[in-house]
């Protein structure tokens, strides 16, 4: 297909202009602007205030989100933790869950000057994987112990809609025997991170079997965002991304994520631009974002603006904000990756954060071949700051007091949608997460766990039992029994048993 042909197609502007409110989008600077303003000196007591309002797990309105965006005074930073944390463990629990990014493509048609993908940078070498190489790279992610992945791909005509779902066919047919020998393994959930598509395109992925469908605004400011993305190409128009989620939501896909790249504009700008993206899902659909992520701009190949933008976000500033989008959206999962140093990860589990990843390659055929990203460079997006293996931070995370969770069966069980969230909200959906969240665990440690990690995975899921069989919420609903018989079949050998 001719690209330039391709590109005069893709946006439908009736499918845009459907979600506008008397011709404006939900981003409205002005007011972003005066809410922070207004907000520079927050009263303890408001602050404290809201506090409380996010532990009942109800969303903050702007002003308030504005409030807790200005808090500098320590102490008070301290509460606000405290109380991301603790809001954290109502809705999840003492959970991480695990996925793995799959870059499948990194033809791209856009210019944006801050991405290693750019149709317009010689130092890429370009690929598109076949079916035969995203089965090998699928081989290569469950033979880590993974069951769940995020594939991503470059907005491209030989990567459309037709090329994602037939690859997500490819990834759900991988099946791989574990090493121990107990039955098989299989990516059990498959989330898209793609270019942002017409209705019709988005249900062939939904019929195909997408998980969570993920897009970035990037930047929120509609100013920066002009700058950043060339006026003639498909991502050079704003709002066509910005009710990305909105299409996806009509065309029938009821998990999606979004996120913005922080380190291209104001970080409070970026926060509150997420926040008013939650309240809109929430005002035409009824569902806020089933996910937040919210990666740091890191070095890029062939990217002067990637080292070099005014607006990088230092480490305090990158917790603030973390710690801000846990109170604001209470429900919605947070997603910190393997950009980020180990350390730094470490210490950002602990302001709220839900999902991460790990053994992360994001070289195109990376996986299959074994290839540190020092010596894929030429087909990266970024640089990682943390290339450690699955194992190794789920020893880390279990000596920390937190349980590895692969679990994907809410997803199977229907809870999704309309449905996870209000079990979200009201502190259900995590009990039944607790319980899956253990039966995976399990069986992670009898088939992929070095020595180390089974000694620390023993030590936490024995007083994760504990604490199952003496919680009432188990007991009261009869769910103990079919619990315990399925891990003890699981630690048996058996498979995939969930509640």
Known sequence: MDVQAWVKQVIRQEEIDKYLVKGKDFIDEKKIRTNLEQQAHPDPQRVRDILQKSLSIKLLTPEETAVLLNVTDPALLEEMREAALEVKKRVYDN???FFAPLYCSNLCVNRCVYCGFRSDNPEEKRHILSPEEIYRETEAIIDEGHKRLIAV???HPKSDADYIADSISTIYAVKRTTPSGNGFNNIRRVNINAAPMAVEDLRKLWRAGIGTFQVFQETYHPGRYAELHPANTIKGNFRWRLYAMHRAMDAGIDDVAIGALFGLYDWKFEVMGLVEHAHDLERQFGIGPHTISFPRMQPAPGSF???NSPYLVNDDAFKRLVMVLRLAVPYTGLIVTARERAELR??????????TDASSKIGIGAYAGKKLQEENADKVQFMLGDQRSLDEVIKELADDGYITSFCTAGYRCGRTGDKIMNLLEKGVEGKFCKLNAVLTFREYLNDYASAATKEAGERLI??????IENTS?????????TFLN???RIAAGERDLYM
């Open 95 to 97: 959970r991480i869950v």
């Open 153 to 155: 791909y470059g907005e």
């Open 305 to 307: 603006l990637s080292e």
């Open 346 to 355: 470490r210490e950002i589990i602990n302001y709220g954060c839900t999902q």
């Open 462 to 467: 024995q007083r994760e039992l504990q604490e």
């Open 473 to 481: 919420f188990f007991t009261d609903k009869k769910l103990l029994p």
């Open 486 to 488: 399925y891990y003890r």
